[in-house]
T-cell receptor, first 115, second 113 residues
Framework: SAVISQKPSRDICQRGTSLTIQCQVD?????MFWYRQQPGQSLTLIAT?????????ESGFVIDKFPISRPNLTFSTLTVSNMSPEDSSIYLC????????????FGPGTRLTVL | AQSVTQPDIHITVSEGASLELRCNYS??????LFWYVQSPGQGLQLLLK??????LVQGIKGFEAEFKRSQSSFNLRKPSVHWSDAAEYFC???????????FGDGTTLTVKP
């Protein structure tokens, strides 16, 4: 299994600013994922962040808006840049452990409100 | 491309009643199927998963799910619902080490006293 923590747990930000969300895992993992969960909706994958390579973004998400860092096997950051109220969401970090049969472990999420 | 459909957006059941949440999937190979639960203000927690073998899988908190290949379904069941089961439930399909499981839109479960 894996225990994942995220910082901050929630934030209220002004339009036009940026927020960096941190994700820390208690074990080394290869695959990390960032999801967005808009109010009342399902999870939408933003990008896959593998250590040692550029993040792979899903359709509709771009690096300029959501830059991701993955400096080592236990840590990643997601930045939400130039925020607008439409970015108000819960952002979830997730990992897949190779011996867990495809199960994903999720962090508690970061609840972002943009005014 | 893989996809997941959860036909029921919202279900309300009385405490002690039985529960079934529906999930249909589309996947080009033998799927790996998951049910996750998200309690208010919490992250997602795995309830159970199916890879192969017995098509009836047992999970945590008294939940079970049955894989039916002929119907492309993986419905979640519980014989007697508790008030603490009120949450959002997500079905997902994927494959290990392929990343990015695809999630359904979720079903919100409300439990009446």
């Amino acid at each position: 299994s894996a225990v994942i923590s995220q910082k901050p747990s929630r934030d209220i930000c002004q339009r036009g600013t940026s927020l960096t969300i941190q994700c820390q895992v208690d074990s080394q993992v290869t695959m990390m994922f960032w999801y967005r969960q808009q109010p009342g909706q399902s999870l939408t994958l933003i990008a896959t962040a593998n250590q040692g390579s550029e993040a792979t973004y899903e359709s509709g998400f771009v690096i300029d808006k959501f830059p991701i860092s993955r400096p080592n096997l236990t840590f990643s950051t997601l930045t939400v840049s130039n925020m607008s109220p439409e970015d108000s969401s819960i952002y979830l970090c997730s990992v897949e452990i190779s011996n867990a049969g495809g199960e994903q472990f999720f962090g508690p999420g970061t609840r972002l409100t943009v005014l | 491309a893989q996809s997941v459909t959860q036909p029921d957006i919202h279900i309300t059941v009385s405490e002690g009643a039985s529960l079934e949440l529906r999930c249909n999937y589309s996947y080009g190979a033998t799927p790996y199927l998951f049910w996750y639960v998200q309690s208010p203000g919490q992250g997602l927690q795995l309830l159970l998963k199916y890879f192969s073998g017995d098509t009836l899988v047992q999970g945590i908190k008294g939940f079970e799910a049955e894989f039916k290949r002929s119907q492309s379904s993986f419905n979640l069941r519980k014989p007697s619902v508790h008030w603490s089961d009120a949450a959002e439930y997500f079905c997902a399909v994927g494959a290990p080490n392929a990343g990015k499981s695809t999630f359904g839109d979720g079903t919100t479960l409300t439990v009446k006293p």
